[in-house]
């Protein structure tokens, strides 16, 4: 149980476009989900805290224009990383109900 | 503000052996949640095993098990046994119940080697 999914798993993009990340949680119903972001041989950093039907909360230093996220059902978390650049590069996870997600690892060109 | 100390960079171990992986951590709550991550080359994160801070009994889960010292600030993974499968980062993280939530607040991580 508490099975935690991604979508994409990676995903490469030219630099000032949008980038999607899904964050599902598949037999549980979760009405906070959070976002880490990992950089090569470093540890998880949170990003934010996503809230079912309230705004996020952002940890200091995160900008939240930058990285857009919406809880839109007790399933669902989506992580937008607007106009990307290449410093955006880096591996994404979601974390809900004490379990993460397989990550997504975003490549902006 | 809680802080998650990992002194060990790199840890070897051969395998069959024993290995303990140390975590310091600071904070000024009395009731906490410690836990040890396991992050393969895949970079899943895996769940290895969790000590609630108001039990004194050690936890353990088959090869492993920890040694939480309350007082110190101590939560050091032992792992018995070890097989080439337990080759990967080890992250000690302490979650915390913050703005209506909980959160976790990681280490900067071990990375184990299992020598054939």
């Known amino acids: 149980g508490a099975v935690v999914s991604q979508h994409p798993s990676w995903v490469i993009c030219k630099s000032g476009t949008s980038v999607k990340i899904e964050c599902r949680s598949l037999?549980?119903?979760?009405?906070?989900m959070f976002w880490y972001r990992q950089f090569p041989k470093q540890s998880l950093m949170l990003m934010a805290t996503?809230?079912?039907?309230?705004?996020?909360?952002?940890e200091q230093g995160v900008e939240k224009d930058k990285f857009l996220i919406n809880h839109a059902s007790l399933t669902l978390s989506t992580l937008t990383v607007t106009s990307a650049h290449p410093e955006d590069s880096s591996f994404y996870i979601c974390?809900?109900?004490?379990?993460f997600g397989p990550g997504t690892r975003l490549t902006v060109l | 503000a809680q802080t998650v100390t990992q002194s060990q960079p790199e840890m070897s171990v051969q395998e069959a052996e024993t290995v303990t992986l140390s975590c310091t951590y600071d904070?000024?709550?009395?009731?906490?949640?410690l836990f040890w991550y396991k992050q393969p080359p895949s970079r899943q994160m895996i769940l290895v095993i969790r000590?609630?801070?108001?039990k004194q009994q050690n936890a353990t889960e088959n090869r492993f098990s920890v040694n939480f010292q309350k007082a110190a600030k101590s939560f050091s993974l032992k792992i018995s046994d070890s097989q080439l499968g337990d080759a990967a980062m080890y992250f000690c993280?302490?979650?915390?119940w913050g703005s209506g939530t909980y959160k976790y607040i990681f280490g900067t991580g071990t990375r184990l080697k299992v020598l054939a």
């Open positions: 974390s809900a109900g004490g379990r």
């Open positions: 037999d549980f119903q979760a009405t906070t």
């Open positions: 996503s809230n079912e039907g309230s705004k996020a909360t952002y």
């Open positions: 904070t000024s709550e009395s009731d906490y949640y």
């Open positions: 000590q609630e801070a108001y």
């Open positions: 993280a302490y979650r915390r």
